[in-house]
């Protein structure tokens, strides 16, 4: 290992350190080295300052630069020499250009990333709300808000999750197996609700419902297969479809759910939504939930059941799922802790005869082993707390509150008549045909007010325009009134024009 | 709503719910009837005693049995009606017989899911490791021990996360992003020290490095692609490439890692470990890394690195990797937390040409949205704390103490030569050509000893037999010595037969 004179004035590593900011002065003193070694300053090769040289300099003490120094060691940035010190490492490769022999050949040609690329299609969902929307005053947008988040469950089944005897299923590679903690808890306290009585081998946790929809389209789809999907429906089900070769044939949605009945003969699988029909809210009916059932088993249709949110119903107790209703095995029913937790904690599971669940543990392995072990025990303490119905039922009780106040809003100061619905976290409103919904979100946004345009849920062409959602779970209790009155007077006003 | 007179005696009732075992009171009548739902004992419509009858009965206070009801309330088993008291949810499904609308049509035809799932076909890598292998008192299993995780670290972190300015990052659906800080923390304290300068928009987060292949083998491959694989080499890897359709071309690997000069063309990828080769342990040469580069640029080869680990080396500082060496973008960097925390917590990251990354983003989010935000900014807070280097450095002392007395005991005790390697966290031993390392594996077993046989890591047919891994990092210390001495001395018996 060569080391060279340090070729950076002392006065400049001086300067190059911060002062006091709130950071511990070891990082002060580590961060200003990595900058100097990334921007080139410093090169492979070039001596640190002894330690007593630079604590002089800094007027720090030496124990806080050997700590800067050893976290830069432990880090790779430095070398430690016996009997010469502290040296940037040679190997840190584009700034080190004083070993020749390391450095990049630009003389060779370049990836064509771009020819790469061209063929492949990745559809992505049509984007209907801000990314800034928190900011805000009205932000109706779709999708539970943060702030409902059991934080204190959460951290104390966590600590419990990184005890002794539950280190192993938190934190080592299960391989394709999930925690049979949670899968416990799953069958025991998620599933009997819905009226869902499953073995162990019939489930699969996955990051989400949307990882288990993808699973699911892949081990059963392909070029050629035919998808019946509810119109108007959820954009991200049927770009999964279509990204596996299959055709998607849109059914249309009415006061029941998916009016399937008749227009089953062809399909090879139908996805719907029947607990909370996405978009509308319609709950299917239990006489149209045995009619479907009916007719897929009659034609070999397997029926993808995405229960995304069923625990918030306001009025009534929610029928059973179709999963529980189905003595066929050909129902397979995808399940999400998105709105008993947050979206972002990304947990779903699938429940489905046992055969395919093993096909799609294989998939998951291969895809990414299993979803992360410390979230399913973490999710599967709290369950075992009581936590579940806890969160749910003050998770509800807000909600209704809040769905209370937006529909009495609605009826009160809205110039259009909103269906009700009796669950769920928005509203489905159609306009008058002439309405374009995505100018309305537009300039809605510049009075503080958020909507989501509902066009993208439609797949016939062309699509309408005069849908839009109205989320009521983000929103601040006291701002939904205020929202609405916004709103309305917009639409008024450009009535009046 | 009907409801009828309760089914079941008030002394079935109390029978059913448990006496004292820590579990709190509410809990036990809680789950003793929804035991009793599931079982059928209790069906749709049943009554429930009055609190005030059920606590007299159980000698329990009221208030703990309404907190039992209010639970079932919540989640959904029973139903509170107004001036009628608790009844069992009619809705459950198939424990309401009594409800004979919603019973399963017994005379539909069941799915013939052994037809539907025939055509699929997902390769599983050979097992090698025995599940219990945590029960066997000398186990030499390749991979971290859980007793390395960092909890203290991880649970300030985790408090941190999900304090209000970072809650969004945690919990909220982040849609196709990443936690920012997570990648401004990959670019500025885990890229650099491996050499590599990246843009935000080259990075992307991955649930492990698994996932990273398994996105990278998608949008790049397909039937007729010829993948390059290193011989011995990573079967999780192989089996991916061949799942996208492609063909993988084994590459032998000598003391300079893959031996590849000349044997690129007509390739379309190329899959290497260069910083620690799976599972032989060489790291490398520089020279060889300068060859592959040139030659993959002038054949379009993209190359694939997998520096899983590159922390642990324990003789020297490693080459910079291949991504910082390279010119031509040609390179895809796949890193892993697995090593840093833990491998159940599924972390990785991709980093790549900008192109590729947006392709690669928009195929995760159609599978999966993203990695749970909770566990990339619990991670990113962690680092910026300056754990990370903290931590590495702890593990780095003790894997190397660990192997430097596996090395030692090897030299000293075993009757094969065992080449050294410099790091890592296994040692690859090579047996006599006639050694079956899958029977020894089994006889080691039966005097506590867990190996890992090798032939798994060949592509060649027929396999090498006479491989096997031996991992230092999970087992305990003090275990390491006499856990060779008895392995030596199964293979000394065995010679002397």
Chains 1, 2 share one sequence.
């Not at 709130?22 to 921007?39: H, S, W």
């Not at 999930?178 to 819905?194: A, G, N, Q, S, Y």
């Not at 809605?444 to 009521?472: H, K, M």
Request: glycine share 10%; aromatic share 6%.
């Amino acid at each position: 290992m060569s080391s060279r004179q340090q070729s950076l004035g002392l006065a400049r590593l001086v300067d190059s350190v911060g002062g006091e900011d709130g950071t511990p002065r070891y990082r002060r003193v580590r961060d200003a080295l990595t900058t100097l070694i990334e921007t080139g300053e410093m090169r492979g090769g070039d001596m640190l300052p002894s330690s007593r040289v630079l604590a002089d300099g800094l007027g720090l003490s030496r124990n806080t630069v050997n700590r800067a120094y050893r976290e830069l060691v432990a880090e790779g940035f430095v070398e430690a020499i016996d009997r010469v010190g502290y040296v940037v490492n040679s190997g840190l490769g584009s700034s080190s250009g004083d070993v020749v022999d390391w450095v990049a050949d630009p003389a060779l040609p370049p990836l064509d990333w771009k020819g790469r690329l061209d063929g492949l299609q990745v559809d992505s969902e049509d984007v209907t709300k801000p990314a800034d929307w928190r900011s805000y005053p009205y932000p109706f947008v779709v999708g539970p808000g943060p702030e409902s988040f059991p934080t204190g469950a959460w951290t104390r089944a966590m600590r419990t999750a990184l005890r002794k005897e539950h280190r192993g299923p938190s934190l080592h590679n299960l391989v394709d197996r999930d925690d049979p903690l949670l899968v416990e808890h799953i069958r025991k306290t998620i599933l009997p609700p819905r009226g869902i009585a499953a073995d162990r081998s019939e489930i699969l946790v996955t990051l989400g419902s949307q990882h288990g929809i993808h699973l699911i389209a892949e081990a059963l789809l392909g070029p050629g297969s035919r998808v019946g999907v509810e119109e108007p429906g959820y954009p991200d089900a049927r770009d999964t479809f279509v990204r596996q070769g299959a055709q998607t044939v849109p059914i249309p949605v009415d006061d029941q759910g998916i009016n399937v009945p008749g227009r089953m003969r062809g399909l090879d699988m139908l996805f719907v939504t029947p607990g909370r029909q996405f978009p509308t809210n319609v709950t299917m009916s239990i006489g149209r939930r045995r009619r479907i059932l009916s007719e897929a088993a009659r034609n070999g249709v397997v029926i993808v059941e995405d229960d995304y949110e069923s625990e918030y119903c306001y009025s009534h107790q929610p029928p059973p799922a179709l999963k529980a209703l189905d003595s066929t095995t050909g129902v397979v029913y995808v399940g999400s802790f998105s709105k008993f937790l947050a979206p972002g904690l990304r947990l779903g599971f699938v429940v489905s005869d046992a055969r395919l669940i093993d096909c799609l543990r294989r998939l998951r392995h291969n895809m990414l082993r299993h979803p992360p072990g410390i979230i399913q025990r973490t999710t599967a303490l709290m369950i075992e707390a009581g936590d579940y119905g806890r969160v749910v039922r003050r998770h509800r009780r807000v909600l209704k509150s809040k769905w209370r106040t937006l529909t009495d809003s609605l009826s009160e100061l809205f110039p259009w008549a909103v269906r009700p619905t009796d669950g769920g976290m928005s509203v489905w409103v159609e306009g008058p045909p002439e309405l374009n919904a995505a100018d309305l979100a537009v300039r809605a946004r510049s009075r503080g007010v958020v909507i989501e345009r509902g066009d993208p849920c439609f797949l016939s062409d062309p699509r309408p325009t005069n849908f839009f959602q109205l989320g009521f779970a983000a929103i601040e209790f006291d701002a939904i009134r205020p929202g609405i009155e916004r709103l309305a007077t917009l639409i008024n006003e450009e009535a009046s024009r």
